[in-house]
């Protein structure tokens, strides 16, 4: 299963994609939205792990970007955020589209157990 991390912090994208591909998922790492809005709609990846706060074009912008052109909920996107985002936001993001929300810091474990809920959703 090919993973997309979008992430613009250098550290926590290593250390994640590390992770993960010891867990056996092929890992492509960018580091910010435009790009990885590109690769979502080129379908490179299965699911895209997306951080919301990116400088230029952030996370929220991906998202907004994909349902504009009708194509948010035929791909799996779960966010990844260290923001103060609210439960009512984190709510809303999911009934736009989004598979899950989870804050940082994630747990490793967790985060494995939400993709692969997300792989047979």
Same mark, same amino acid.
């Given at each position: 299963?090919?993973?997309?991390?979008? =992430? *613009?912090?250098? *550290?926590?994208?290593?250390m994640m994609a590390q992770y993960l591909r010891l867990k056996g998922y092929d890992c492509i790492i960018t580091n910010n939205g435009k790009d990885g809005l *590109?690769?979502?709609?080129?379908?490179?990846c299965d699911i895209a792990l997306l951080d919301l706060a990116m400088p230029e074009f952030s996370?929220? *912008?991906?998202? =907004?970007?994909? =349902?504009?052109?009708?194509k948010l909920r035929e791909r799996k996107i779960i966010v990844l955020t260290a923001s103060s985002i609210t439960e009512g936001k984190m709510r809303e993001l =999911?009934?736009?589209?989004?598979?899950?929300?989870?804050?940082?810091?994630v747990?490793?474990?967790e985060l494995v157990k939400v993709i692969q809920s997300c792989a047979k959703s």
């Amino acid at each position: 299963m090919r993973l997309l991390l979008i =992430e *613009d912090n250098d *550290d926590i994208s290593k250390m994640m994609a590390q992770y993960l591909r010891l867990k056996g998922y092929d890992c492509i790492i960018t580091n910010n939205g435009k790009d990885g809005l *590109d690769q979502i709609l080129a379908k490179n990846c299965d699911i895209a792990l997306l951080d919301l706060a990116m400088p230029e074009f952030s996370g929220y *912008d991906v998202i =907004e970007s994909l =349902e504009v052109s009708g194509k948010l909920r035929e791909r799996k996107i779960i966010v990844l955020t260290a923001s103060s985002i609210t439960e009512g936001k984190m709510r809303e993001l =999911e009934k736009r589209g989004v598979y899950s929300c989870l804050k940082k810091p994630v747990q490793l474990n967790e985060l494995v157990k939400v993709i692969q809920s997300c792989a047979k959703s």
